[in-house]
């Protein structure tokens, strides 16, 4: 069992928040919760979850990850609490701290988790935002990692909107040395900020890499990911944005174009027939149910190192 130790930052908002030696221990620590069913005594420490958006992955692998570690777990409820009526979140931040050890917050802006972690006095996690998912990505290249073991040279190809996991996916590749390619149609590309940041990560190294046609982006390719067009909150573009993906399902055809070997992974929910072919989700390929499994042993990993 690794021994417990301080990550970068206190707070996990974003996949810069981890160095790459963080991204590292958290994946290890992972496999060792994972393989070895280790008894960690966390009794008394409580995480708080605040979702303003569905969940059903990262909700329930927060409260099981909390509950092996022998803590638990209050689901802030924003319709029945006090948040869902506008109670100013820098208030919200302060009194859960008084509760809480540790809170994981899903909500729309990347801003108002901040603001949370700017308030707060206990560790805040992102569970997701318009902007980033990095618990997704943490379980994601666990996923990986178990395939390939040594992460060097591998290529990632994300086939659809340049969303938060497509921006999550790519920072912690430039922390971990994967390639990332983002192959979206002209206008759905991920956004500058991201980009650059990541670029800065690379130090010099290609490592990311924007196309709009998948049939250039695949050939080489290790993994092939891909997540819905429309994301929660996006429900209104739906139907224009089905129009603009034709062409960007991850299908048979564009599967076969991909390395001998190579995997499929999606963060789920899916709609199959939309970003994937029902064929590839359920093939022999797909490592789907895996990545889905990850999120509790990468939460685990990381609720102990933010709490220990
Ligand atoms: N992948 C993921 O975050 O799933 P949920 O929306 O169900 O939490
Ligand atoms: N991009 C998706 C991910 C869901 C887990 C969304 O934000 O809805």
């Not at 569905?54 to 329930?60: L, N």
């Not at 049939?215 to 139907?239: C, F, H, Q, R």
Request: net charge neutral; charged share 25%; aromatic share 8%.
């Amino acid at each position: 069992m690794l021994k417990p130790r301080k990550l970068l930052n206190n707070n996990f908002l974003s996949s810069l928040d981890l160095s790459p030696s963080d991204v590292n221990y958290i994946l290890n620590l992972a496999t060792d919760f994972k393989s070895k069913n280790l008894e960690i005594q966390l009794k008394n420490k409580v995480l708080g979850l605040i979702f303003d958006k569905s969940s059903t992955r990262t909700r329930v692998s927060f409260q099981v990850a909390m509950s092996r570690l022998g803590g638990t777990t209050i689901d802030l409820n924003p319709n029945t609490s006090q948040i869902g009526r506008g109670e100013p979140i820098k208030d919200t931040a302060r009194v859960l701290s008084k509760y809480c050890d540790v809170i994981a917050v899903r909500t729309f802006n990347q801003a108002d988790l901040e603001e949370y972690a700017k308030w707060s006095s206990i560790p805040v996690i992102n569970a997701l935002t318009d902007l980033e998912h990095p618990c997704q990505a943490l379980a994601d290249y666990l996923t990986i990692k178990e395939e390939f073991i040594d992460l060097n040279n591998l290529i990632l190809t994300f086939v659809g909107d340049g969303n938060n996991v497509a921006n999550s996916l790519m920072i912690c590749g430039a922390l971990l040395g994967v390639e990332v390619r983002i192959a979206c149609p002209k206008g759905y590309e991920p956004t500058p900020m991201v980009i650059n940041k990541v670029k800065k990560l690379c130090k010099g190294k290609e490592l990311i890499k924007i196309f709009n046609d998948p049939y250039d982006a695949i050939p080489g390719s290790n993994v092939l990911y891909t997540d819905v067009w429309s994301s929660m909150g996006e429900e209104n573009k739906s139907e224009k944005k089905d129009k603009n993906f034709i062409g960007f399902t991850l299908d048979s055809n564009l599967v076969s174009k991909a390395n001998d070997g190579a995997i499929i992974l999606h963060c789920l929910p899916a709609y199959r027939g939309k970003e994937i072919s029902n064929d590839v989700f359920e093939g022999n390929q797909s490592r789907i149910f895996e990545q889905a499994e990850n999120r509790m042993h990468v939460q685990q990993a990381l609720l102990y190192s933010l709490l220990s």
